[in-house]
């Protein structure tokens, strides 16, 4: 297998974003939050509140098995590529192997998260009047650029919390009629979404499954211990807060064809997997889905929304986002593939930055 160098180690190392893999992601814990506490820090936002989401549009009214693929139109496909990809390409002649893909996006996206947003601002616009009074544009160039990487990062990550948006994921999520689920994640990264359900659900267990380990050491393995979850004591009923090292998670390192497991989860539960899959592999992609769940058992679903944003997002981001195949879509384009292929929506609505569904099997 080629040996790779993602756009960020390509670059010089006084680059201001994205932060270094080596850098520490999040702060140690001391003590507990309090329910209600809000906080942005420099990577992240800490939003403990329990008033009503920012955003959840609920249509679970629609009635799927009405709508047709003349209705909802396909969804838009991104396709601007990194340049990791095209030069792989250009030199192998050949398509870049999907886990290398994985591999590279991780690895930067990763990055993203580390970077501590007003640190690296400030490290930008210093270097762009730096390279101005030296008449030095190359250099001057790059901080501008950092300096707009930066800012829309900032927006989505920090400004709007529409990465991991806890108060729309719990609106999403709430109701389930689960009691100590088992949760099975797939494609799970770094498992902000399984670590939300337990804490609404505890007393489970948690299995995290992802075929890039990078995912097991780094992006759930140093998964910030003082970020909070908002969730319910399971002796007493009331609200508390939940971290990492409290749950009971296992991560398996695998391809999900691989896995051994059976129709024993409650919950199957993936986050931007279903848009990675042209429409030929999307029943594939949903039978991995359907292949673990428990009868009666609950799936839980998103994809990125087919949005302004989320468009200028993915172009201008293209070198660490975009390497491998990527569908943005709406809920209702989500929605019919599901219905599609054998799944009840329960419950459907968008959030921030995501579409999102609540199903059972037909």
Known sequence: MATLIAPETAAASTRAFPA???????RPRRARHN???????????????????????????????????RDVGRPYRTEKW?????????????????IDGWRLFNTAFHQFF???????????KSQFGA??????????????????????????????DAVWDPRGKRALFAGLEVKKPRILFLGAADGYEAMQLAAMYPGGEIVLVDYDAFC??????????????????PTTG??????????????????????????EFDVVVSIGLLEHFPDAHKAECLEMHRRFLKPGGTVVMTTPRNQFKSRVFYNLMADWMNHGYRELMDVRQMGLYCHENGFEIQRAGVIKAHNGLVMKLR
């Open 238 to 263: 009331h609200q508390r807060v939940w971290y990492r090292d409290e749950m009971p998670i296992h991560f398996e390192v695998a391809d999900i064809r691989d896995l051994e497991y059976g129709r």
């Open 216 to 233: 097991a050491t780094d992006r759930f393995g140093k998964f910030p211990l003082d970020y909070p979850f908002l969730g319910v004591d």
């Open 82 to 98: 990194s340049s990791a990809r095209t030069s792989y390409e250009q030199t192998h002649q050949q398509p870049l192997p999907i």
């Open 114 to 124: 580390l970077t501590d947003v007003p640190e690296a601002q400030a490290q930008a």
């Open 20 to 26: 270094q893999t080596s850098r520490h992601w999040g």
């Open 131 to 160: 390279a101005l009074s030296r008449m030095d544009l190359h250099e001057a160039k790059e901080a501008l650029q950092d300096i707009a990487y930066l800012a829309v990062w900032n927006k989505i990550m920090r400004v709007e």
């Open 35 to 69: 329910i209600g506490h809000h906080e942005l820090t420099g990577q992240y936002r800490i939003d403990l509140r329990d008033q009503a989401p920012d955003l959840f549009d609920d249509v679970s009214t629609m009635d799927w098995s009405t709508l047709t693929w």
